[in-house]
């Protein structure tokens, strides 16, 4: 095989956004799969919030990405050589396989998908890891009830659009906050929230007492920062605060902004608690199964935000940290 | 009767922590119990750290305490008037009845103590309030296993001494943090915790980090502020962390200090859950009794740090503030 592979790699670890000269764009022979491996043409690449926190050094739930290795990615694509017994060559896989055109993986490492169901890059989004995020989150930390009232941020991205649509099949009110009236109506209108909450043109705390008269029984945070402090501020008793992530703070330089209003716990009897997606690693297939009924079904609707060329990957990325996507970001890898 | 009654009364609503003129010593004369009223003679009147919160204006679990009011305290005496059936004369009692000697309560509001298996004090402290509130905030939330490890901050206070003692009759290991050696001895050698760290002389981080090998499984603050970044830290996987209090940030001029390491939360899926004991009311004769048996049978101590006085209450009550007090803060009322 002569094929060759265009890859980013890590050069240094960033301080605040990732700039250019974080990143080394490098090209190397495609190896040949070895025993139990597989050999993958990327066809997409998954912009996650997540890989921000890969970067950095420190402990956390997954070892970071090493300087000068190829940038931890979860990505979907098409298998074109195979050394496993269980995948086949013109199998659709998605796993950790990195930014970058080609990927060698154990092939147990990878999950088959079945593009007859949904596009490939779907389960990179609503069928993938975000919405497997949104639908453990919600439903197994947070726990809305009929009638409850639901608030999630980053309410257009990914994960939030899930959320708010899963609110709702469980017979919650779902309120959004997102960033411009784009955003709000896509919500509103595509994704069938009861409320929207503009973050960068209105005044959260008022908006959040507008929306949410009986207080906020579930809060699932993508943001941290202001506004999860103005959703704290609204809780109701017994309220459950889903701590998802927090991506207005994965750039800061100094300290992280703990959040102030948290005494609100205390007099509401109220809990935060965080996860991620890999607790619920064993309890996947169910999910995987439920949100693919639904989204058949039409009870859930999944956009992608579709960005082409793998040389883009470094300025994509910044978007999701602009907040400029709406739906599950991804970058398509060009053919050859 | 001609009974005189003498009062602290709040007087402006303290900036940082209560000076001087914020409160008003009034003397007035003691009024009748009126129909299903009773009259009590106060004899201890309980110091705690939420008394500072009552003091703030704004929205809480409780109503502020009005300008010009009486003090809101917990506090015990005996009747000496009744018009209620089911309370008698010679009756000891306790209930919310003021920083004043006498108190004029409804007989239903106030809660009969027996004072044969008890001094009067401790139905102010472990087998009051502050020991409900380590039971139900430990047991309820914090929930510790045989084996795991439990860290209390304020821990040589009415609530965490509790608090550490408890987690040894459940089998768990009892970290406690308190300011300064005295305190540290007292919950090691009296109090049987298995570890103490002097947050005044030593590193907190690295002292966790020495006494709690396989992380913290159960956090009970009662401090807030660096030593809840320390604790949040130390987490291990699916710790509870019980929000309790926040003395250190009760008398705070500026903002709250948010806890910046909430996001350890996150990765380790863990809890962060607040409550009041008030939201144990339905269960607290089970606890109440629960823990009389315990001490009756040696297997909790019990500590009063009994100051005397009535007109000693504003500089007793600063003494919690600057940690000076070892086990419950209890004002005596000085007899007729």
């Known amino acids: 095989m002569d094929l060759v592979n265009h890859q980013f790699r890590l050069a240094a670890r960033p301080v605040g956004l990732p700039k250019p000269s974080d990143w080394q764009y490098t090209e190397e022979p495609v190896t040949e799969p070895g025993d139990g491996e597989v050999l993958i043409k990327i066809l997409y690449i998954s912009l996650d919030p997540a890989m921000r926190g890969w970067m950095n050094d420190g402990r956390s739930y997954i070892a970071p990405v090493g300087v000068g290795d190829v940038m931890r990615a979860l990505a979907g694509g098409e298998v074109i050589a195979s050394n496993h017994p269980d995948v086949a060559v013109g199998d659709c896989v998605t796993g950790l396989l990195g930014v970058q055109e080609y990927a060698v993986a154990n092939g147990g490492a990878v999950m088959k998908v079945d593009t007859s169901q949904a596009p490939l890059e779907v389960y990179l989004g609503t069928l993938g890891m975000p919405g497997m995020t949104a639908y453990f989150g919600l439903l197994d930390i947070g ?33 959004g906050i997102a960033g411009g ?6 919500i509103l209108e595509e994704l069938g929230f009861d409320a929207a909450i503009d973050y960068k043109a209105e005044n959260v705390n008022a908006a959040l007492h507008e929306h949410c008269p009986r207080g906020i029984d579930v809060y699932f945070d993508n943001v941290g920062g ?13 309220a459950r605060v889903v701590l998802c992530g927090a991506i207005s703070q994965y750039n800061a330089t100094g300290a992280m902004k703990g959040p102030s209003n948290y005494m609100s716990l205390l007099v509401n009897h109220a809990s935060m608690t965080g996860f991620v997606v890999s607790d619920y690693g064993d309890r996947y297939a169910d999910g995987a199964r439920e949100m693919a009924e ?13 960005a082409s060329g793998l040389e883009r990957f470094p300025d994509t990325l910044l978007r999701l940290f602009k907040g400029e996507n709406t739906g599950k970001l991804v970058l398509e890898v060009a053919g050859d």
């Open 143 to 175: 726990r809305p009830q009929d009638g409850e009232t639901v608030v999630v941020s980053g309410a257009a991205g990914a994960v939030g659009g899930v959320v708010g649509q899963i609110a709702k099949l469980k017979g919650a009110r779902a309120v």
């Open 226 to 238: 202001d506004i999860l402090d103005a959703a704290l501020a609204r809780l109701s008793r017994n």
């Open 181 to 186: 009236s784009e955003k709000c109506a896509y």
């Open 294 to 306: 639904w989204l058949a079904a039409g009870k859930l609707k999944s956009r992608e935000d579709i």
